[in-house]
């Protein structure tokens, strides 16, 4: 496209810029633009002939500090661009720069234990960031080729999650339900667990309150967990544009470390407000709605990114933990249904659940992991094999005991043993287990030792037994056999199991409710 001669002298006109008179002046200002129209975030510039779609632009602001945006549509005669911040200072005839450079962030071990927004822009007054050289927010997903099976376990800390929705490294795993059921905390709890490991966590705060973003932020630093953690955060006082490309950004920020060979773990909370984000960019940028006003690439716009989670041959991985938000635990809504057609599971809230104190209210019904059971700790795998079906089967006959029937003994001893597995799944939020401490404690449950304990004594047994073994001298080989998943004999194992066995008799029968 060819600047007419109108365009060249609002350029002078506001510019004061030379009169052009040949043809290398009329190449280079193909690569320059003018404001044309402004309005919502959106800028729609006349000019920029050799403009990309992705590519970031600057604002020339006179007298103050330039703007920086975004390529979104590109049409014959005019470009349209969305500014990640306010667009009060900009007018019609403002001059428009191509930065040569798709949308990239910074990258870099210096982005641990800080707070930056989408751009990488720190917001924390820790000084500036020593980057590593940007990185393109948009990237290719790894190829089959580069990728190898989940297999390894990442455990969140928390006994309902590992022991019935295992999550692997590699893995994207969706937790979803309504508001205020308990989704943040499952994804604090999962990264205060990776403290003691080699994991590195990522939270991407989109539409958050800045109130939440900081309570998060103290809670991690509280647990010495920010160091090895970064928060990217666009929070709801933001623009559009900043929490669109918010989860692209922490994305390419672990996607170095897991070039590296490193393993990541990547909370997006939550796509559902990135979704709206999305839509109200689209539909200011004049493209056409579809179903609930959303555009029609809007399953594209989580595919790529969540596509970008895998486990590759290098042992380097990124685990992906997205949150979506329901209403009325309406799960066949349109964004719902497409991330759960790209997740390999999720863990579904239930409002009821929560309601009654059984928190975390991970719903056992509802809930699945479809890769994660090869990761699974073959301990756990073998001893609670059959607990997602003892409590689906627990839901279905619970709403017989509300009614005082007269229940025969094969289903009382079901309402018996599910009760007291529900109490022992019970856990507070913050507060995560290591996977031997839950071992110990899901032996007991599991064999049937706590038939006689009474239900509100649960949390009691499991506090006494805890301690009680952490002052032996089986705590420390049995602790790290249990965590390696590998016994040092068989013979030591069948003697350690036989020992906790005999003691969780004893305890359960001093803990026995009196008559």
Same mark, same amino acid.
């Given at each position: 496209?060819?600047?007419?001669?109108?365009?060249?002298?609002?350029?002078?006109?506001?510019?004061?810029?030379?009169?052009?008179?040949?043809?290398?002046?009329?190449?280079?200002?193909?690569?320059?633009?003018?404001?044309?129209?402004?309005?919502?975030?959106?800028? !729609?510039?006349?000019?920029?002939?050799?403009?990309?779609?992705?590519?970031?632009?600057?604002?020339?602001?006179?007298?103050?500090?330039?703007?920086?945006?975004?390529?979104?549509?590109?049409?014959?005669?005019?470009?349209?661009?969305?500014?990640?911040?306010?667009?009060?200072?900009?007018?019609?005839?403002?001059?428009?720069?191509?930065?040569?450079?798709? /949308?990239?962030? +910074?990258?870099?071990?210096?982005?641990?234990?800080?707070?930056?927004?989408?751009?990488?822009?720190?917001?924390?007054?820790?000084?500036?960031?020593?980057?590593?050289?940007?990185?393109?927010?948009?990237?290719?997903?790894?190829?089959?080729?580069?990728?190898?099976?989940?297999?390894?376990?990442?455990?969140?800390?928390?006994?309902?999650?590992?022991?019935?929705?295992?999550?692997?490294?590699?893995?994207?795993?969706?937790?979803?339900?309504?508001?205020?059921?308990?989704?943040?905390?499952?994804?604090?709890?999962?990264?205060?667990?990776?403290? !003691?490991?080699?994991?590195?966590?990522?939270?991407?705060a989109i539409g958050q309150k800045r109130s939440s973003v900081?309570?998060?932020?103290?809670?991690?630093?509280?647990?010495?967990?920010?160091?090895?953690?970064?928060?990217?955060?666009?929070?709801?006082?933001?623009?559009?544009?900043?929490?669109?490309i918010a989860p692209y950004s922490g994305c390419s920020m672990?996607?170095?470390?897991?070039?590296?060979?490193?393993?990541?773990?990547?909370?997006?909370?939550?796509?559902?407000?990135?979704?709206?984000?999305?839509?109200?960019?689209?539909?200011?940028?004049?493209?056409?709605?579809?179903?609930?006003?959303?555009?029609?690439?809007?399953?594209?716009?989580?595919?790529?990114?969540?596509?970008?989670?895998?486990?590759?041959?290098?042992?380097?991985?990124?685990?992906?933990?997205?949150?979506?938000?329901?209403?009325?635990?309406?799960?066949?809504?349109?964004?719902?249904?497409?991330?759960?057609?790209?997740?390999?599971?999720?863990?579904?809230?239930?409002?009821?659940?929560?309601?009654?104190?059984?928190?975390?209210?991970?719903?056992?019904?509802?809930?699945?992991?479809?890769?994660?059971?090869?990761?699974?700790?073959?301990?756990?795998?073998?001893?609670?094999?059959?607990?997602?079906?003892?409590?689906?089967?627990?839901?279905?006959?619970?709403?017989?005991?509300?009614?005082?029937?007269?229940?025969?003994?094969?289903?009382?001893?079901?309402?018996?043993?599910?009760?007291?597995? !529900?109490?022992?799944?019970?856990?507070?939020?913050?507060? +995560?287990?290591?996977?031997?401490?839950?071992?110990?404690?899901?032996?007991?449950?599991?064999?049937?030792?706590?038939?006689?304990?009474? !239900?509100?004594?649960?949390?009691?047994?499991?506090?006494?037994?805890?301690?009680?073994?952490?002052?032996?001298?089986?705590?420390?080989?049995?602790?790290?056999?249990?965590?390696? /998943?590998?016994?040092?004999?068989?013979?030591?194992?069948? /003697?350690?199991?036989?020992?906790?066995?005999?003691?969780?008799?004893?305890?359960?029968?001093?803990?026995?409710?009196?008559?």
């Amino acid at each position: 496209m060819v600047i007419d001669n109108k365009e060249f002298y609002i350029i002078e006109e506001e510019l004061n810029l030379n009169t052009i008179d040949d043809e290398s002046d009329l190449d280079y200002y193909e690569e320059v633009g003018i404001v044309s129209e402004v309005g919502d975030g959106i800028v !729609t510039i006349s000019g920029l002939a050799n403009v990309a779609f992705g590519e970031m632009i600057e604002i020339i602001i006179p007298g103050s500090q330039n703007v920086v945006g975004i390529i979104l549509n590109i049409e014959f005669a005019k470009v349209s661009a969305v500014v990640f911040s306010t667009d009060i200072d900009i007018v019609p005839g403002y001059l428009v720069i191509r930065k040569y450079v798709l /949308m990239s962030v +910074p990258t870099g071990k210096s982005l641990l234990g800080r707070i930056v927004d989408p751009l990488g822009n720190p917001l924390d007054e820790l000084g500036p960031i020593v980057s590593k050289g940007p990185r393109f927010i948009e990237q290719v997903a790894p190829s089959i080729i580069s990728r190898a099976p989940v297999r390894k376990p990442l455990e969140t800390g928390l006994k309902v999650v590992d022991t019935m929705v295992p999550i692997g490294h590699g893995q994207r795993e969706l937790i979803i339900g309504d508001t205020k059921t308990g989704k943040t905390s499952i994804a604090i709890d999962a990264i205060l667990n990776q403290r !003691t490991e080699d994991t590195i966590c990522i939270y991407v705060a989109i539409g958050q309150k800045r109130s939440s973003v900081a309570r998060i932020a103290k809670v991690l630093k509280a647990n010495n967990c920010l160091d090895s953690a970064i928060i990217v955060a666009a929070t709801a006082s933001d623009t559009a544009a900043m929490q669109y490309i918010a989860p692209y950004s922490g994305c390419s920020m672990g996607e170095y470390f897991m070039n590296l060979g490193l393993r990541v773990l990547i909370i997006y909370d939550d796509l559902s407000k990135h979704a709206v984000s999305y839509r109200q960019l689209s539909l200011l940028l004049r493209r056409p709605p579809g179903r609930e006003g959303y555009p029609g690439d809007v399953f594209f716009l989580h595919s790529r990114l969540l596509e970008r989670s895998a486990n590759l041959k290098n042992n380097g991985s990124i685990t992906a933990l997205p949150i979506i938000e329901t209403i009325q635990g309406d799960v066949s809504a349109y964004v719902p249904t497409n991330v759960i057609s790209i997740t390999d599971g999720q863990i579904f809230l239930e409002t009821d659940l929560f309601s009654r104190g059984i928190r975390p209210a991970v719903s056992p019904g509802l809930s699945v992991s479809r890769v994660g059971s090869a990761a699974q700790n073959k301990i756990v795998k073998n001893l609670a094999g059959d607990l997602k079906l003892i409590l689906a089967q627990y839901r279905e006959v619970e709403g017989f005991t509300k009614l005082g029937l007269v229940l025969d003994d094969a289903t009382a001893q079901l309402v018996n043993r599910g009760g007291r597995l !529900t109490s022992f799944l019970i856990q507070k939020r913050f507060q +995560p287990l290591p996977i031997y401490e839950q071992i110990l404690c899901l032996y007991p449950s599991l064999q049937g030792h706590l038939s006689k304990v009474d !239900t509100s004594l649960i949390n009691i047994f499991e506090a006494e037994f805890k301690n009680w073994f952490a002052s032996t001298v089986f705590f420390k080989p049995l602790a790290s056999a249990l965590k390696a /998943m590998v016994f040092p004999a068989v013979i030591i194992k069948y /003697m350690i199991w036989h020992f906790v066995k005999l003691f969780a008799i004893f305890v359960a029968e001093n803990y026995t409710k009196k008559a």
